[in-house]
């Protein structure tokens, strides 16, 4: 299963584009790379995910590298309500049960 | 859109006592729910993947015995901690993954904080 690695934690000013990074380099071709946000505790709240080509929604933009070996979420506005631990998870398939594995996740703080 | 319920939003027990957590999916069927748990300043493991009437799929270390995992229809997984022990105390996260999501999305109820005096 591919494994994500992921800055333990970074800060960002309010209002500022903020672009998480991570890297997946033992990704497989049909792995999906997802990512989640968990707000102090509460449970994940969906973000986004991608297979090769870059995607955006109202959340937030996805960038993957054209190799896939690393992504990039961006939060093009950053706002104080954005300071979470975020998760980029590559999607593993096992039995035919598709779970979602978390690492460690970025502790991002947006500041005023 | 998809929201996945989970209750109660805490509970409080005596050591020895069963504990049941209810996750429902409100607004979209799921034939698969997974179970989490997470501790203090550490992120989420997964503990069981529960299939809509068949037994669930344990992760390697979660005794299932203790661990008790219901998915009795397309809308409701229950996990019943039993004989529970200070250190079961946590942060109990079910999710469910949408059957008509495009990709598949896998959406987390609010948690349960569980509490073993």
């Known amino acids: 299963d591919a494994k994500t690695t992921q800055p333990p934690s970074m800060d960002c000013a309010e209002g500022r584009a903020a672009n998480l990074p991570c890297n997946h380099s033992?990704?497989?071709?049909?792995?999906?790379v997802y990512w989640y946000r968990q707000i102090h505790s509460q449970g994940p709240q969906y973000i986004i995910h991608?297979?090769?080509n870059n995607e955006t929604n109202e959340m937030a933009s996805l960038i993957i590298t054209e190799d896939r070996k690393s992504s990039t979420l961006i939060l093009p506005h950053a706002t104080l309500r954005d300071t979470a631990v975020y998760y980029c998870?590559?999607?593993?398939?096992?039995?035919?049960?598709?779970?979602?594995?978390f690492g460690q996740g970025t502790r991002l703080t947006i500041n005023p | 859109g998809a929201v996945v319920s989970q209750h109660p939003s805490w509970v409080i027990c005596k050591s020895g006592t069963s504990v049941k957590i209810e996750c429902r999916s409100l607004?979209?069927?799921?034939?698969?729910m997974f179970w989490y748990r997470q501790f203090p300043k550490q992120s989420l493991m997964l503990m069981a993947t529960?299939?809509?009437?068949?037994?669930?799929?344990?992760e390697q270390g979660v005794e299932k015995d203790k661990f008790l995992i219901n998915h009795a229809s397309l809308t409701l997984s229950t996990l019943t901690v039993t004989s529970a022990h200070p250190e079961d105390s946590s942060f109990y996260i079910c999710?469910?993954?949408?059957?008509?999501?495009?990709?598949?999305?896998?959406?987390f109820g609010p948690g349960t904080r569980l509490t073993v005096l």
């Open positions: 999710s469910a993954r949408d059957l008509a999501g495009v990709g598949n999305e896998q959406f």
């Open positions: 033992t990704i497989s071709g049909n792995e999906y």
């Open positions: 991608g297979l090769k």
């Open positions: 998870i590559v999607r593993v398939v096992n039995q035919g049960a598709q779970k979602l594995v």
């Open positions: 607004d979209f069927q799921a034939t698969t």
């Open positions: 529960s299939n809509e009437g068949s037994k669930a799929t344990y």
